[in-house]
């Protein structure tokens, strides 16, 4: 069976080009975003490997939890979904959005690690030292680590800039071995 991402790619694009056409990236993302957590939610998981519910019913099912949040090509998206059996992977879908719209808009993400909690200050000054080392907007998530020790370790997509007292004192070790 394809891995979900490969699934969800197609259906993320096509997401993003509709709503880029038509300039609604924060609805869809607000729309995929709500249906990401009904879809995690344990008795819909259930009801969506039902196979005696027909897809419409699925569908349906999804749309009466959020009614009145989505609107008519969020509602029409959930059934094509449905009626592919495809509602399982509107994690990875929501996923794969954003990060096509991250792309579109210039934006990164980045997870910063910190040994202790972070204030507005330093977190601010940490976002614009990242903004100017990646030349592009910074959305940071933020949690805190005891095990570094000191110091904070940012990671960006695949790029991690380890500067904590933990790495710190690893590499030390190592150069004393050699």
């Given amino acids: ?3 979900p991402s490969t699934i969800a790619r197609p259906y ?21 975003a709500n249906l990401a957590l009904v879809a995690a939610d344990e008795r819909v998981r259930r009801a969506m490997g039902d196979p005696t519910l ?16 989505l609107f008519g090509d969020a509602e029409n998206f959930v ?7 495809r509602l399982t992977v509107l994690d990875e879908i929501r996923a794969q959005f954003e990060a096509l719209k991250h792309q579109r808009e210039g934006v990164v993400e980045a997870h910063v690690e910190s040994a202790f909690p972070l204030d ?10 990242i903004g100017k080392h990646t030349g592009r907007k910074v959305k940071a998530s933020v949690s805190v680590d005891k095990e570094l020790i000191g110091g904070v370790r940012v990671t960006i997509g695949d790029k991690v800039i380890d500067a904590s007292a933990r790495a710190q004192l690893a590499a030390l070790e190592s150069a004393l071995k050699s």
């Avoid at 897809?55 to 099912?61: S, V």
């Avoid at 059934?79 to 059996?85: I, S």
């Fill in 1 to 3: 069976m394809a891995e």
């Fill in 12 to 32: 993320a694009e096509a997401v993003f080009r509709l709503a880029d056409a038509g300039g609604k990236l924060a609805d869809w993302s607000d729309n995929l």
């Fill in 54 to 69: 027909s897809a419409a019913k699925i569908a349906g099912m999804f749309n009466a939890v959020l009614s009145g949040k």
């Fill in 79 to 85: 059934r094509v979904l449905a009626d592919n059996r």
């Fill in 120 to 129: 507005d200050a330093q977190l601010a000054d940490l976002v614009a030292r």
